[in-house]
């Protein structure tokens, strides 16, 4: 999907429509047939299916496998509108439907946005490395295990947020050209600020709204520290865990193939 949006590699329908590469497509219905083939495997296998389905990994592989599938279904409809062409992956080499009336582009161009969505989901597929990574566990352990901790920090960053957003809105909205409109669009500023990110795109322009500036940047580090050191050590805590299980699973193998060995060794001198 991400090499489809490249321009090098789009190719165009008679319509003038971009499709997307039809080898790439080729490659994901591979990639998908396998990915289902695993899927439905490990479900048979699986003695209670309820618990299966209901894994957070395995929801997240329904995620991934469900888009392809329901483009599919779309496409063979032929609900695909032509004032907004979206071409899937699964349908590169079909040609657009034209609208006949204002009432089927609004249907085709609903049925679009539906699509639209489906493909995000494709993104989902990213989540499957977690299922092999050990780094990535540890993040999402740590995240589930640090929910007060990041519920503290969006505290932190909200009551800040609404004090300095009002402050510099009421310093700074009377000014000639200000970006400070409004309360929400100053709270945008605020967490950039807090977070030490600073796109620029807003500034205060007064003494007094850059003395507030200030103040929320200096504030913004503080309440960014607080919380980070815990969640830091419960990261490394269950990394830690992780790595001496890895261990203990490698000595074990170890130790069961030493005894294999052993009793070769031990069969061979009997037959001897």
Not at 37 to 61: H, Q
Not at 75 to 80: A, E, I, N
Not at 211 to 239: D, E, H, K, W
Request: charged letters at 20%; proline letters at 3%; aromatic letters at 10%.
């Amino acid at each position: 999907m991400t090499v489809n949006t490249l321009e090098a590699v789009q190719h165009v329908d008679e319509d003038g429509n971009r499709i997307d590469n039809p080898k790439l497509a080729l490659v994901e219905s591979i990639c998908i047939s396998w990915f289902t083939l695993e899927y439905l495997l490990r479900l048979t296998g699986c003695p209670n299916k309820i618990e299966f389905m209901k894994a957070g990994m395995n929801i997240v592989d329904i995620l991934a496998i469900i888009p392809y599938y329901f483009s599919l279904f779309i496409m063979k409809l032929g609900l695909r509108g032509y004032q907004l062409p979206m071409i899937l992956s699964s349908a590169s080499s079909r040609t657009a439907v034209h609208c006949t009336d204002s009432v089927s582009c609004g249907e085709s161009a609903s049925l679009d946005d539906v699509l639209q969505v489906f493909r995000i989901f494709k993104l989902a597929r990213i989540f499957k490395l977690a299922r092999h990574s050990k780094g990535l566990q540890s993040i999402a352990f740590t995240l589930k295990n640090s929910y007060k901790e990041l519920g503290l920090l969006v505290l932190f960053i909200s009551i800040a947020g609404l004090l300095f957003s009002s402050l510099c809105y009421f310093i700074e909205h009377e000014e000639e050209g200000t970006e400070y409109t409004s309360i929400p669009k100053a709270f945008y500023w605020v967490v950039i600020t807090m977070t030490t990110v600073g796109y620029g795109d807003m500034f205060p322009t007064t003494g007094a709204g850059k003395l507030i500036g200030t103040l929320c940047a200096v504030c913004g580090v503080l309440v960014m520290s607080l919380p980070i050191p815990i969640i830091t050590s419960n990261f490394q805590r269950f990394y830690q865990h992780q790595q001496k299980l890895d261990k203990a699973m490698a000595r074990k193998r170890n130790l069961i193939q030493a005894r294999k060995d052993e009793e070769e060794e031990r069969r061979e001198k009997y037959e001897e």
